[in-house]
């Protein structure tokens, strides 16, 4: 877990219990506890940024919905995920995720925490986290930056330096895919 550090309780860290989102390794949010993990970022005061990951649930035991809080600093935002009948260990039925924030410093500590009233060792699964510079303007659009860039209104990437530019040209109203 290269940069992050467990804050809080315990987290497992999964190879082949599982099949995790990207085929290697994945967390369990609730080691023998509810755990907590966090990274500090370098960022821009001001600028804008989309943290994208994969969410699942430990599908061995209840509860049957699982809670992830994600923050930076502030109150957290809740993710939930819902077993059914249908996840499995080899199956987990993982859904992307993703979470917008401004920076209001040069760093940023970004938390992903399980959810403390789960005190089972069955907790949500994390994988695949990471963080992309939402482009703020359409000059930014310019040489490359689209490439690197997220529509603010959905989060997800800009697929071409035009499809950046007309969404800045028209405040917004050509939705990404038009």
């Known amino acids: 877990m290269t940069g992050w550090t ?28 509810p755990g907590s993990i966090a990274q500090t970022f370098a960022t821009v005061s001001g600028d804008s ?40 260990l ?33 907790g949500p699964a994390l994988d695949n986290v990471s963080l992309t510079q939402i482009v703020a303007n359409g000059d930014q659009c310019k040489n490359g930056g689209w490439q690197i860039g997220t529509n603010p209104s959905t989060g997800l990437p800009y697929k071409n330096q035009g499809q950046c530019v007309s969404y800045f040209a028209t405040s917004g109203a050509t939705p990404i895919g038009s």
């Open 6 to 33: 467990v804050t809080a309780g315990s987290v497992d860290w999964i190879s082949t219990y599982w099949v995790a989102a990207d085929g290697s390794r994945s967390l369990d949010m609730n080691g023998d506890s």
């Open 49 to 88: 940024y989309f943290v994208s990951f994969w969410l699942a649930g430990n599908p061995a035991g209840g509860p049957t919905t699982k809670t992830l809080d994600v923050s930076v600093g502030g109150a957290p935002t809740l993710y939930t995920f819902t077993n059914s009948s249908s996840t499995t």
């Open 90 to 122: 080899a199956s987990m039925g993982w859904v992307s995720e993703g979470y917008t924030f401004t920076a209001s410093s040069n760093s940023t500590t970004l938390t992903f925490s399980g959810d403390p009233s789960n005190t089972t060792a069955y």
